[in-house]
């Protein structure tokens, strides 16, 4: 379970205030979409959440453990033993093969079984190929292996499907919500698709830094089955 309690983070020395006062509570294995638009504070809440920004104020629980009690190289070896992270950038090596930019996910967690994740997100014929000689997609695929090869118990993805076209986002989104379900990850997602919200357990609706509203899905849609 994640439980974040009175986060508050500001920017400039004070002056931009970007949360104030969120709270949330993120029970195991479930898939939650953070909704709201950009410059709603969804991203720095997402960083927050994953180890990868300090707030100013506020604790951040995982299973009890307050991750911000601990020192910087405590907080670094508790990401790479815990956390994945996907974004919409792909921030792949563009000098390394696919193989190589996933193994490079896999060494931080000792796997050497690497392959079946890029068998997993569908790429085993790209092995060594290049990242300048795929599709978008392909790319962001690459990407979530390599998230996925740390074995991390908590993934999270920031607008991962935000610069592809709709089937290719389709698609995409089809390889996450299949590999999440089938690993029992917890999932945290931010985006600004409402119809991507449709999917998750449960959806927490951002606007200016403040939780405006949440709701769960009875019965979450696939990829398939969503508006774009």
């Known amino acids: 379970m994640i439980k974040v309690t009175n986060i508050n983070k500001s920017f ?5 205030k970007v949360l104030h006062d969120l709270s949330l509570t993120i029970d195991d294995g479930q898939f939650v979409v953070i909704l709201g638009a950009s410059g709603s504070g969804k991203s ?28 910087d190289r405590a907080l670094t070896k508790f990401r790479r033993q815990n956390v994945g992270f996907v ?16 193994k ?22 790209k092995l060594n ?5 795929l599709s978008g997609g392909e790319q962001q695929r690459v990407c979530l292996a390599r998230a996925l090869a740390k074995k991390p118990k908590v993934l999270f993805l920031d607008e991962p499907t935000g610069a592809l ?10 390889y996450v919500l299949e590999l999440q379900r089938a690993l029992g990850l917890t999932m945290i997602m ?17 606007n200016s830094g403040k939780i405006v509203g949440t709701y769960h899905n009875a019965h979450p849609k696939s990829a398939r ?3 774009w």
């Not at 400039?12 to 931009?16: F, Q, R």
């Not at 409402?194 to 959806?203: G, K, L, M, R, Y």
């Open 165 to 174: 076209d709709e089937e290719t986002g389709r698609n995409a989104l089809a």
């Open 225 to 227: 089955e969503i508006g």
């Open 44 to 71: 720095t809440a997402l960083n927050i959440m994953a180890g990868l920004e300090r707030p100013d104020r506020g604790t951040v629980l995982y299973d009890e453990q307050d991750i911000y009690q601990l020192n």
């Open 104 to 125: 490079l996910g896999a060494d931080l967690a000792g796997n050497r079984d690497y392959p079946a994740i890029i068998a997993a997100v569908g790429l085993t014929d």
């Open 87 to 102: 974004w919409q950038r792909y921030y792949l090596l563009p000098h390394l093969t696919v193989a190589q930019n996933v």
């Open 190 to 206: 931010v985006t600004h698709n409402q119809n991507i919200a449709e999917t998750a357990n449960t959806v927490i609706k951002m």
């Open 12 to 16: 400039n020395h004070g002056a931009v």
């Open 129 to 133: 190929s290049k990242p300048y000689t």
